[in-house]
């Protein structure tokens, strides 16, 4: 098991942007598939955005298209989301996960690590 550590999360108003990060403690990504997830109060986990172990292919949910941007640094000790126009619906817990699988990089089988989440909140 690989410890995921989210950060960045917080209280932004509609229309706003915010970066969050995912750190493996101790180690790189090299190698791994890395997703984002979200989930909020009362409804199911969601798969938001997800990079290839190689960096050259990403995927994104049809709902953050345009607005989220998923990357990772060049020495692949971090993986961020970058959140623009945020809406009240983007409100949720996210979840940073990593796998090997390489099956399906929108689905949550394709993880076995994930983090404790960080809380995004978007309102007025």
């Known amino acids: 098991q690989v410890k995921l550590v989210e950060s960045g999360g917080g209280l932004v108003q509609p229309g706003g942007s915010l970066r969050l990060s995912c750190e493996a403690s101790?180690?790189?990504?090299?190698?791994?598939?890395v997703g984002w997830f979200r989930q909020a109060p009362g409804k199911e986990r969601e798969f938001v955005a997800a990079i290839h172990w190689n960096g050259a292919i990403r995927f994104y949910a049809d709902f953050v298209k345009a607005r989220f941007t998923i990357s990772r640094n060049s020495a692949e000790t971090a993986i961020y989301l970058d959140m623009n126009n945020l809406d009240v619906e983007d409100s949720a817990t996210y979840f940073c996960a990593a796998g090997q699988r390489n099956s399906d990089l929108t689905k949550i089988p394709e993880y076995d690590n994930w983090g404790q989440g960080s809380q995004v909140t978007v309102s007025s």
């Open positions: 101790g180690r790189t990504f090299s190698g791994f598939n």
